[in-house]
């Protein structure tokens, strides 16, 4: 594993894939670089570089990228999930229908089993999704809820 850290810019990089977040290092510390068995704390302050051989003392920064980006993944998950219910029912089924143009080709080349292939995607995506209703109270009867 390779790490490395940079104080000022508050990132921390993991195998060449950085995230920005807050942490605690001593002041003296601009960076800390680690290739999985050495490694090397630059200094700001005018102390030579450390040679280091143990990575312990800063593996609680590995520890705390993991975290950040586990969040980091959920909080992008959640948005997606969000986005996704936020979709009508017309949303989804233009994601999933099929493409008009196996339809044409089947027409064209007259190949019933392609259109007829066509017809039921289509039909188990419209199951799939079906229309969203309401009731209505003073029509009694159910009536289509229009999405803007």
């Known amino acids: 594993m390779n790490v490395t850290v940079v104080k000022e810019d508050n990132v921390v990089a993991v195998d060449g894939e950085g995230l920005n977040f807050d942490f605690d290092l001593p ?25 280091i051989t143990d990575f312990s003392a800063y593996q609680s920064l590995v520890d705390a990228y993991n975290a950040e980006k586990q969040r980091v993944a959920d909080e992008v998950e959640r948005a997606a ?30 190949d019933t089993a392609q259109v ?7 039909l188990a995506v419209k199951d799939k999704y079906p229309k969203e209703y309401e009731w209505d109270e003073k029509l009694i009867n159910w009536v289509e809820i229009p999405k803007d």
Request: charged residues 30%; contains cysteine; glycine residues 8%.
């Open 27 to 51: 002041t003296n510390i601009w960076a800390i670089q680690w290739n999985g068995t050495t490694g090397e704390i630059e200094f700001n302050d005018g102390t030579p570089n450390e040679e």
């Open 81 to 110: 999930f969000d986005d996704e219910a936020s979709r009508t029912y017309v949303d989804a089924r233009a994601f999933e229908y099929p493409p008009m143009e196996d339809y044409l080709d089947g027409i064209v080349k007259g």
């Open 116 to 122: 007829d292939k066509y017809i039921a995607d289509c």
